[in-house]
Nanobody
């Protein structure tokens, strides 16, 4: 049974930082590209960062220079370090494989940027 469990979200002021974690089980984690996605209220879910099995990273323009994705294959965990957070980063954040598997979505972790 595949499980992706996200954690680390919270309420933060603009300019603040958070570190998200996603622990995976039931998949060959080290062999898969992984991604962090987010869904803001009233919007479609979007990919914000991805990391290959070889640790090559890609970011969408809106988070480039502020977010850093990393992975620890020994812990089956992918991380998202988010710095200089903005109001528009408010969303539920999810991890999934690349390409995403519809039945793998977890509960996500809420990130709220507010003053």
């Amino acid at each position: 049974q595949v499980q992706l469990v996200e954690s680390g979200g919270g309420l933060v002021q603009p300019g603040g930082s958070l570190r998200l974690s996603c622990v995976a089980s039931g998949i060959a984690f080290s062999l898969n590209d992984m991604g962090w996605y987010r869904q803001a209220p009233g919007k479609q879910r979007e990919l914000v960062a991805r990391i290959s099995s070889g640790h090559w990273a890609f970011y969408v323009d809106s988070v480039k220079g502020r977010f850093t994705i990393s992975r620890d294959n020994a812990k089956n965990t992918v991380y998202l370090q988010m710095n200089s957070l903005k109001f528009e980063d408010t969303a539920v954040y999810y991890c999934n494989q690349i390409p995403n598997r519809p039945n793998y979505w977890g509960q996500g972790t809420q990130v709220t940027v507010a003053s």
